[in-house]
């Protein structure tokens, strides 16, 4: 095990952590992750010391578990596996560039999205930002994540928004991924006019194998992230229907004809969650609005933004009324003036726990089609083990524009009745399996189903290892996530 | 080759379809600029051990297989119209993949096509455009391989502006590895259909490819799906005269409109397109040089130096053309509105001649198709041209600065009378990608393959622009680097590394050991399992 003074050399005594309160909110999350307690925190602030903590480990055969979003954590991603020591990257939390030219911002690891998109604004910017994040979910982390955001139309690939990052991997190297790699240093590229946007090396493309990978493979120290023209004017729709199929056709058109910014359907459970000011108020909402409930933002930006409003307004609603669902600017009194802005803002307190204490998320893709089944397949888990369906929130998110749907399942429970947390477990599993039986992709396999997943793809598992094997041949970085 | 080895292709291929008669393999060493990296003819200098038909990802497996038991190289070809198909050294097994040839499945609703290798943009954009989709058929033309070119070798094309690079246009991929092992990426790995090509986890896309692919030097993909995208013009784009400058569509689509802006400068037309890009209005968009449009207009060089001496003063420096395509005739009034004041901001004016009929027919159907009239204009004239800046991608402030820079190296060489003369005017490039969010530019060069001096030139010019390149901290071009990286029997990435920040080879190496172990696929164009000597 390292050392703690050695570490304390790095970094200085003050962020090497000990102290059993801090260790005991490292060692669980809200997951069912079995809770371990790392040995320390240390809190590194530049690439050097990460460097150097990445050699000790090496050489002391210690753990290091990175992590830059705050609490609270859903995932296990971050608990220990096998203990060890937490490298939390928060400190390292500056906004090193944003260029509205280029419409391009480099952040390090600690940056959130409210800091960010607050920077962005001045210069005219956004950042298509995940749906409501918690206030301290991490930017960096988020797209390392490959977590979705709710622009389709921006959301060019499962990679988006990552652009170029500094990573040192588990090998002890450091390296920059896509133009970042050179020519010359970021300095140089960057008085040549270079802004570090070109995500792909020459035949090769790491960030991809870094996305996803839950911190095995290395540990990233900045990043840089596309950003988008801030709109001149909005005006955000709602559309709901007791049909998700009508809501996904009306989402499929609205995409693929590129008819407006911001576009997410929600369940009724989801919304309230989401909308709800007071209790009342969300369990009002749950009883009263149709089953399904979708968001769209029309935008105009610099070039005669109302023109565009106008056109797309009108087309938008011709969709609408071919596939038969009326528009809405206000829905149960909830106007989609302020679901847009929930939306796009990080929530505190986490509008998932909120009203709940817990939840449990079951996130994968599937195609088109799949998605009322699979809805289908949740919902008879549900009732198999007689978990109120008015627990279960449904996220359904158009992702690379219109190439696939990104769900996500929540399971809201109540986190203090170890009874009610036993069956949300119990359920978790069960529905997971029979989702993956009925033909959803888990892409990102989080904590204990990840042998579930990686069981149906044998292939892929010992590809995985071979890149493990290359990039932190030790295993030191989070050894027991994924399949390494 | 090992008669054993041979004897077990026709075992699992049927002796119909393996061959080794000589003069057929002579057929699979004829590459494309060949002159450039061996002797000064079409036809490179390694005869292929055998060429193997396989109609199957089991028979493509069985053959790996093959391979690696006896030490044998292999080598994928689809549709073998570039540079890097043919054996990059003696006793190669060529996989010409020409029977798997199937369209497997469009998803309209999930916008994708599963093919396989030999399944061509034609093939493909026919089959989308008929259910109002499109997919982005590359410069190349519209008879190359759709899989080739998103798995492993580019994907540049007009229609970036709005439907990205191909490298981000894969979904799930099936991959015969190089030591024989099937791998699906993403969603069919696990059995969940073709919708994603990442994960489970970290995505294996990582390794497949980045601005460009192994070159097939990692094995040999099987099927892909294809992103596709929605098309707001017809079903089908008949037109007569093809593949000459009279070419004409019968009609033109209603929800199209064709723009030709030039400006006083370069920056001012960058600007323009930045503002283009910003504004999300363009369908597709495309540089053509003057030097390089007036070069083979016509059907012979006579004719085509009269069409030349004709048209070249009528035409400005900096243009390009940008389609505009309305999914509602709304959409389109709004884009043109939009064009309009963006010409107004930034000082362009309308090229008229090229939106008028007879230039706008065949420009738009370039745009859209990815035409074959550009590939005629620089094989004809001197029969060869090469892409100096191939693969040098851009963001707002470098575009401007790789196209000065080639013009002015180029320029002294054109003068020493080596090169045709394009007046250091030969760009063609789709100049944005993904609504500006990426710039690409290159720039062609006609040789005389015929005269050793001519093609010493543009290899001296080559590598002139790309040192000059490197020296500025720009991108250095990949494709034009191989090639005169391989004209110098040096590695192409040791040649690029020297300049980078970080030694990406440790990496693309490991990748290459551990996904090769037997060494097994031709890496000529990729990288060697060990540093060369
Ligand atoms: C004149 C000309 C213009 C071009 N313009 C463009 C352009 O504008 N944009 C662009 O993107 N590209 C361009 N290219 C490059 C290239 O031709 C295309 O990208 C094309 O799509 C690939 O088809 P191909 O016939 O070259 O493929 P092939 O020659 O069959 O293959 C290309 C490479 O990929 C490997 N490969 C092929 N099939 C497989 C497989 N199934 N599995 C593994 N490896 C495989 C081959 O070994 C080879 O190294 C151009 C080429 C030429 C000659």
């Known amino acids: 095990m390292m050392e703690k003074e050695k570490a304390v050399g790095v970094v200085g005594a003050e962020h090497v952590l000990d102290s059993p309160e801090i260790l005991k909110r490292y060692s669980c999350d809200m997951s069912f992750t079995p809770s371990r307690t790392p040995s320390c925190v240390v809190r590194p602030n530049s690439l050097e010391h990460v460097q150097a903590l990445i050699k000790l480990a090496a050489e002391a055969n210690t753990p290091l578990i990175p992590v830059s979003s705050g609490e609270p954590r859903f995932r296990g991603d971050t608990v220990p596996t096998l203990g060890g020591v937490i490298v939390d990257m928060s400190r390292m939390n500056k906004i090193r560039m944003v260029d509205r030219k280029d419409r391009v911002a480099m952040v390090e690891p600690g940056v959130r999205f409210g800091e960010l998109q607050t920077a962005l604004r001045k210069e005219g910017l956004r950042l298509p930002t995940p749906l409501s994040p918690r206030q301290t979910k991490s930017v960096v982390g988020s797209c390392l994540e490959r977590e979705p955001h709710i ?24 390296f920059r991924t896509g133009e970042a790699g050179g020519p010359g240093t970021i300095e140089e590229q960057q008085q040549a006019g270079r802004r570090q946007k070109i995500p792909m090396e020459i035949q090769m493309n790491i960030n991809r194998i870094l996305q996803g990978s839950q911190g095995t493979l290395g540990i990233v120290t900045w990043a840089t992230v596309r950003c988008e023209v801030l709109p001149t004017v909005q005006k955000p729709l709602l559309a709901a229907s007791d049909s998700l199929q009508q809501l996904l056709e009306l989402a499929h058109w609205l995409v693929r004809l590129r008819l407006g910014d911001e576009l997410f359907i929600l369940n009724d459970v989801n919304f309230a969650h989401l909308m709800g000011t007071k209790l009342e108020m969300v369990n009002g909402l749950k009883e009263e609005l149709p089953q399904w409930i979708l968001l769209f933002c029309l935008a105009g930006y610099e070039f005669l933004p109302q023109e565009r409003m106008s056109y797309q307004e009108k087309d938008a609603s011709e969709v609408a009324k071919n596939v038969g669902v009326p528009l809405y600017e206000t829905l149960c009194t909830v106007s989609a003036n302020d679901v847009l802005a929930r939306a796009t803002s990080p929530s505190e307190p986490y509008w998932k726990l909120r009203w709940s204490g817990a939840c449990q998320d079951i996130p994968f893709i599937s195609a088109f089609h799949g998605v009322p089944e699979l809805v289908g397949v949740m919902q008879e888990e549900a009732a198999k083990r007689k978990f109120p369906l008015s627990h279960l929130g449904i996220y359904v998110q158009p992702v690379c524009q219109g190439h696939g749907q990104h769900c996500e399942f929540s399971l809201f429970y109540d986190p203090t009745s170890p009874r009610e947390a036993e069956k949300v477990k119990e359920l978790y599993f069960a529905a997971s399996k029979a989702l993956m039986d009925r033909g959803a992709f888990f892409s990102r396999p989080y904590d204990l189903l990840s042998e579930m997943v990686y069981n149906r793809d044998a292939a892929s598992r010992e590809a995985l290892r071979k890149l493990k094997n290359i990039f932190d041949p030790k295993n030191i970085l989070n050894p027991g996530k994924l399949c390494f | 080759m090992n008669d054993e ?65 006896h030490g044998l190289k292999f080598k994928a070809h689809s549709t073998g119209w570039g540079l890097y198909a043919n054996p990059g050294e003696e006793g190669v097994v060529m996989l010409d993949l020409r029977r798997m040839n199937r369209l497997i499945e469009i998803n309209e609703k999930d916008m994708y096509a599963v093919v396989e290798p030999y399944v061509i943009w034609a093939q493909l954009q026919a089959e989308a455009m008929c259910r109002g989709l499109n997919c982005v058929t590359i410069g190349a033309g519209s008879c190359t391989s759709a899989l080739a070119n998103c798995t492993s070798l580019m994907g540049t ?15 799930g991929v099936e991959w015969v590895l190089p030591d024989g092992e099937i791998v699906r990426l993403g969603s069919p790995g696990s059995g969940a259909g073709w919708i994603s090509g990442d994960g489970p986890g970290p995505s294996l896309r ?14 040999v993909f099987t099927k892909c799906a294809v992103r596709l995208y929605q098309w707001g013009g017809p079903a089908e784009l008949p037109s007569e005269n093809i593949v000459s400058m009279d070419e004409r569509l019968l009609e033109y689509p209603e929800n199209a409109r064709l723009f030709v802006p030039y400006f006083e400068s370069r920056v001012m037309m960058e600007e323009a397109l930045a503002r283009i890009g910003e504004s999300e209005v363009a369908y597709s968009t495309g540089l053509l040089e003057r030097g390089l449009l007036t070069l083979g207009l016509g059907v012979d060089n006579l004719n085509s130096a009269e069409m030349r001496e004709s048209l070249l003063p009528t035409i400005p420096k900096n243009f390009f053309t940008c389609l505009l395509v309305g999914n509602s005739a709304r959409e389109l009034e709004y884009q043109t509105r939009v064009m309009n004041q963006i010409l107004e901001q930034t000082a362009g004016r309308r090229f008229e001649m090229m939106e ?67 007046m250091a005017e030969g760009g063609w490039s789709p100049l944005i990608m993904d609504h500006g969010h990426m710039e690409y530019f290159e720039h062609e060069t006609l040789f005389d393959p015929h005269v050793p001096e001519s093609t010493l030139a543009l290899i001296m010019l080559t590598i002139e622009t790309n040192q000059s ?31 980078m920040n970080c030694d990406y080879r440790t990496w693309q190496r490991q990748f290459k050991q551990a996904f090769d172990p037997n060494d097994a696929a031709d890496s000529c164009n990729y990288i060697t399992p060990k540093p060369k000597a």
């Not at chain 1, 990552?162 to 991997?169: A, H, W, Y």
């Not at chain 2, 291929?13 to 590459?31: E, F, H, I, K, M």
């Not at chain 2, 005869?47 to 038991?69: D, F, H, K, W, Y």
């Not at chain 2, 990286?485 to 690029?496: E, F, K, P, T, W």
Request: with cysteine; glycine share 10%; hydrophobic share 40%.
């Open chain 2, 356 to 422: 008028q009929e007879g230039f706008r027919d065949i420009i738009t159907l370039f745009l859209v198709k990815g035409g074959s009239v550009p590939a005629k204009a620089v094989f004809s004239p001197t029969g060869s041209f090469n892409p100096l800046l191939c693969g040098f991608f851009g963001t707002r402030r470098t575009l401007v600065k790789g196209m000065d820079d080639a013009e002015e190296i180029k320029r002294k060489y054109i003068e020493s009378g080596l090169l045709a003369d394009d």
């Open chain 2, 157 to 171: 094309a007009n229609n970036n502006v709005s439907m990205g690079y191909n490298e981000r246009n894969v979904l």
């Open chain 2, 5 to 69: 080895a041979y004897k077990m292709f026709e075992s699992v291929l049927g002796p119909d379809n393996v061959s080794r008669d000589p003069g057929l393999l002579d057929a699979y060493t004829y590459q494309w600029l060949g002159e450039m990296i061996g002797e000064p003819n079409r036809f490179g200098p390694f005869r292929p051990a055998c060429v193997t038909l396989p109609s199957t990802t089991e028979e493509v497996q069985a053959i790996v297989r093959v391979c690696n038991r």
């Open chain 2, 469 to 499: 390149l490197a020296d500025k901290k720009l991108m250095i071009p990949f494709a034009s680097q191989v090639k005169v990286a391989r004209a110098q029997g040096l590695s192409v990435h040791d040649s690029i590394a020297a300049h």
């Open chain 1, 151 to 174: 622009i389709p139309k921006y959301h060019l690939d499962h990679s988006e928004p990552l652009l170029c990052c500094e990573v040192v991997f588990g090998a002890g190297d450091v």
């Open chain 2, 206 to 219: 990582g390794i497949m490819r980045g601005t460009f692919g192994a070159l097939g030097g990692l094995g």
